[in-house]
């Protein structure tokens, strides 16, 4: 089974600050997928396919990597963006779907 | 537009079943799989199992195969899942989620709260 494992677990920023989150992965994956989860809601399908922006995501995000490393970047931190967020990703054999612990992304 | 309306939360007894369900509209409900996700209080997402609506085919994650159940209602355009000899650990927030390439539908969760 892959593991995922998010760093950092918690970091803040400020408005205006470029933020990174990383998505390491035991085993080597094709793509990696995130999700924003914001207090009492569902998560929502935020890039796909590794660097995709799901539909209404704004373009200051972006999502980069390959193998067993890749990452969420917020070119310049606004509020809004405050939230928590999951990477996942796919094995086909067995068919499996795995989380990330989770970063949480506070406002500064 | 696609739409996963879940059940309302759910008070159980230790020992005890419980069946929750995910009903779809705005789109053809056996055009996307269903899959089940779990999150414990303050916790991270655990995928549990999937549905393929159309077939009843099923999979699970092998942690939940003697937990959770995963049917269909396919004249309802209804998914079910049971959950069987509750414990606290239970105690969680469960999503449906409609799977295309990746989750991009779902539902609003349910909280399952295991207590005597």
């Known amino acids: 089974e892959i593991v995922l494992t998010q760093s950092p677990t918690t970091i803040a920023a400020s408005p205006g600050e470029k933020v990174t989150i990383t998505c390491r992965a035991s085993?080597?994956?094709?793509?990696m997928y995130w999700y924003q989860q914001k207090p009492g809601a569902s998560p929502k399908p935020w890039i796909y396919?590794?660097?995709k922006l799901a539909s209404g995501v704004p373009n200051r995000f972006s999502g980069s990597g390959s193998g067993t490393s890749y990452s969420l970047t917020i070119n310049t931190m606004e509020t809004e963006d405050a939230a928590t967020y999951y990477c996942?990703?796919?094995?086909?054999?067995?068919?499996?779907?795995?989380f990330g612990g989770g970063t949480k992304l506070e406002l500064k | 537009q696609v739409n996963l309306l879940q059940s309302g939360a759910a008070l159980v007894k230790p020992g005890a079943s419980v069946k929750l369900s995910c009903k779809a509209s705005g789109y053809t409900f056996t055009d996307y799989y269903i899959h089940w996700v779990k999150q414990s209080h303050g916790k991270s997402l655990e995928w549990i199992g999937y549905i393929n609506p159309n077939s009843g085919y099923t999979n699970y994650n092998e942690k939940f195969k003697s937990k959770a159940t995963l049917t269909v209602d396919k004249s309802t355009n209804t998914a079910y899942m049971e959950l069987s000899r509750l414990t606290s650990e239970d105690s969680a927030t469960y999503y449906c989620?409609?799977?295309?390439?990746?989750?991009?539908?779902w539902g609003q969760g349910v909280m399952v709260t295991v207590s005597s």
């Open positions: 085993s080597s994956v094709s793509y």
């Open positions: 989620t409609g799977e295309t390439t990746y989750f991009d539908y």
């Open positions: 396919d590794t660097s």
């Open positions: 996942q990703q796919w094995s086909s054999t067995p068919p499996t779907w795995t």
